[in-house]
């Protein structure tokens, strides 16, 4: 089974700073994936990145990258440079390596102040 | 290409009302999931299909929902006799492949109002 904890129900930003997203995650498996999701206000859930687990090396895409730490079961997002279309809901998600459905967390409303 | 789409995007239903909500996935797209996202949540897995076959439906709340892909693309969730704990955004999402590293592709959801 997989858990995912995201402990921020809300965050805040100013544009063009920089914002970190915190995530926990447990699962009884040694092969993982993680993910995290953006969903924009009445818009459709997007991926923003993802990091597999057997990969020392932290996953970047542009202005957003992470904090993968394994022993400690994190999995922290930060945003750089913050846009005001950054503003969204956030998912930290899970996927097992022997299984195909994602774990969400409850996500994080990111609000980026002009 | 065209990404998920769902239909409706809305759907309100008396209480004890059947619902049919439909997903075209991605063209080529063998996987396909459902999900359901109560209100302030992330969303929660319902059932999953590998081409038509229907390999978990372990998600389903109850009896009343049920889920078909009979031809491997297009699939419809249903819900018989809705109960107002039903009202949510259900999510349908497709893949390319099979395997935990496969991106999912998520429609823009169909929000359920059970009155």
């Known amino acids: 089974a997989q858990t995912v904890t995201q402990s921020q129900p809300e965050m805040s930003v100013q544009e063009a700073e920089t914002v970190t997203l915190s995530c926990t995650y447990d699962t009884s498996e040694s092969d993982y994936y993680l993910f995290w999701y953006k969903q924009p206000p009445s818009r459709q859930m997007i991926l923003v990145i993802r990091q597999e687990a057997y990969k020392q090396q932290n996953a970047t895409e542009n202005r957003f990258s992470v904090n993968f730490q394994k022993a400690a079961k994190s999995f922290s997002l930060k945003i750089s440079d913050s846009q005001l279309g950054d503003a969204a809901m956030y998912f930290c998600a899970s996927r097992g390596g022997s299984n195909y459905k994602l774990t969400f967390g409850k996500g994080t409303l990111l609000t980026v102040n002009p | 290409g065209a990404g998920v789409s769902q239909s409706p995007r809305y759907k309100v239903a008396k209480r004890g009302q059947d619902v049919a909500l439909r997903c075209d996935p991605i063209?080529?797209?063998?996987?396909l999931f459902w999900y359901q996202q109560a209100l302030g949540q992330g969303p929660e897995f319902l059932t999953y299909f590998q081409n038509e076959a229907q390999l978990d439906k372990s998600g389903l709340p109850s009896d009343r929902f049920f889920a078909e892909r009979p031809e491997g693309s297009v699939s419809t969730l249903k819900i018989q006799r809705t109960q107002q704990e039903d009202s949510a955004v259900y999510l349908c999402a497709s893949s390319s492949r099979q395997g935990p590293a496969s991106t999912q592709y998520f429609g823009p959801g169909t929000r359920l109002l059970v009155l």
């Open positions: 063209s080529g797209h063998v996987s």
